[in-house]
């Protein structure tokens, strides 16, 4: 029954960077795939990024290869994304999402959603 709420969205120019946090509660965090997706303006909603449980596999689109990186502390509860290089195309609302078992692309499979966080990337 993990809840979700995720920070750290916020106005930035291109070229710079934003770290989101994902904090949890509830049980088994550490048994939980994390995603985070994102959904802009008039758009689907679209994968970002994945984490296993472990930490170890991580899974990127490939619009943000290179520039993103998902990390997370199972002691503190916490998943994290940090974004670098930042293009306007990267202004959405950022989301991070649980799931149990393995590793998905796909939105309706993760079972558990955060609020959202708004990124704004200026040109």
């Known amino acids: 029954q993990v809840q979700l709420v995720e920070s750290g969205g916020g106005l930035v120019q291109a070229g710079g960077s934003l770290r989101l946090s994902c904090a949890a509660s509830g049980r088994s965090f550490s048994s939980y795939v994390m995603g985070w997706f994102r959904q802009a303006p008039g758009k689907e909603r679209e994968f970002v990024t994945a984490i296993t449980w472990d930490g170890v596999g991580t899974y990127y689109a490939d619009s943000v290869k290179g520039r993103f990186t998902a990390s997370r502390d199972n002691a503190k509860n916490t998943v994290y994304l940090q974004m670098n290089s930042l293009k306007p195309e990267d202004t959405a609302v950022y989301y991070c999402?649980?799931?149990?078992?393995?590793?998905?692309?796909?939105?309706?499979?993760?079972?558990?959603w955060g609020q959202g966080t708004q990124v704004t990337v200026s040109s």
């Open positions: 999402a649980a799931k149990g078992g393995s590793f998905s692309y796909i939105a309706r499979f993760y079972n558990k």
